[in-house]
């Protein structure tokens, strides 16, 4: 069964940082684009970053100076670096593996980050 299984969330205090994983079961990352998504309730999921099959990165305006996106290959996994983490970080974090059709696109089950006192 193919599945992107997410990681490292959890409650963090303010200025805090996680270490996001998103890895591949039974798919491979390496070769297409993986994107890591947020979604508060009741609102749609917001693109946070991407990278692309060939290492390529970007990242939204609102993280592009606290979060990192990266890839290792050998682990098939692809990883979000959020740094000095603020309140309105929280949200499900979810990452996404983009194909040609976005029905055919495979997501990850979400991961809760919580940023607190």
């Known amino acids: 069964q193919v599945q992107l299984v997410e990681s490292g969330g959890g409650l963090v205090p303010p200025g805090g940082s996680l270490r996001l994983s998103c890895a591949g079961s039974?798919?491979?990352?390496?070769?297409?684009?993986v994107g890591w998504y947020r979604q508060a309730a009741g609102r749609q999921r917001e693109l946070v970053a991407f990278i692309t099959g060939a290492g390529r990165t970007n990242l939204s305006d609102s993280v592009k100076d606290r979060f990192t996106i990266s890839r290792v290959k050998s682990k098939n996994a692809i990883y979000l670096q959020m740094n000095s983490l603020k309140p309105q970080h929280t949200d499900v974090y979810f990452c996404?593996?983009?194909?040609?059709?976005?029905?055919?696109?495979?997501w990850g089950q979400g991961t809760q980050v919580t940023v607190s006192p």
């Open positions: 996404k593996m983009f194909t040609r059709a976005p029905q055919d696109d495979h």
């Open positions: 039974r798919i491979n990352l390496n070769l297409n684009t």
